[in-house]
């Protein structure tokens, strides 16, 4: 989010802070029909965070009905699963993330086994709804993850450890109020 901002002459802290807690519920309210994000929404609202940011939350889940109209909006739905998905596949690299390329992560788009439950044309849809070509958008993706790999994926991590959905860098499970 913080990568993309500057490209839509966004505030690069409101999309940073947009990224990071939009699946703040996730782990304690997994559950789609009635659970997240609904419980974000609710405290993000009660807290006093900007409309724009709360609306952001609402428009990355599909099944709420909230259009995506902001580049904000796009950038977080379009970064969402994509950074999961280039995260799993640092996970399973020596390497992790440094000179990872597109082709890489396209080679484990076309292994229907590998990190299964992502929808890959909702991968590429995010990237039309964004205006930004798949490569280009995919660059951007791994070169903002690179940036804060040794956060993201500190030594001793490998394959097996954490969900590979990046929510871990967050912060989940400190016991800490992540919105504090």
């Given amino acids: 989010m913080r990568a993309y901002a500057p ?3 966004g ?9 990071l807690l939009h699946d703040l519920d996730y782990e304690r309210y997994p559950n789609l029909d009635d659970g997240h994000p609904r419980y974000a929404l609710r405290e993000l609202e009660a807290r006093g965070y900007p409309p724009e940011l709360v609306r952001a939350v609402a428009s990355h889940a599909d099944f709420l009905g909230v259009s995506r109209d902001s580049p904000m909006e796009k950038t977080l739905f379009a ?3 994509l950074s999961g998905f280039v995260l799993a596949c640092a996970y399973v690299r020596p390497e992790k993330l440094q000179g990872m390329t597109p082709k890489s992560v396209k ?4 292994q ?13 849809h995010g990237a039309e709804e964004l205006g930004v070509d798949f ?6 993706v791994i070169a ?18 954490g ?3 990046g929510s871990e860098a967050a912060g989940s499970g400190s016991g800490e109020d992540p919105l504090a």
């Fill in 144 to 161: 903002a993850l690179a940036e804060k790999q040794d956060e993201l994926m500190p030594a001793g991590s490998g394959s097996g450890s």
């Fill in 7 to 9: 490209r839509f002459d």
């Fill in 11 to 19: 505030d690069v802290e409101l999309w940073g802070l947009t990224g």
């Fill in 135 to 140: 490569d280009e958008h995919l660059t951007v």
């Fill in 112 to 124: 229907p086994s590998f990190a299964a439950a992502v929808d890959r044309d909702e991968l590429r």
């Fill in 107 to 110: 080679k484990k788009l076309k």
């Fill in 163 to 165: 969900s590979g959905d």
């Fill in 79 to 81: 970064v969402d699963e």
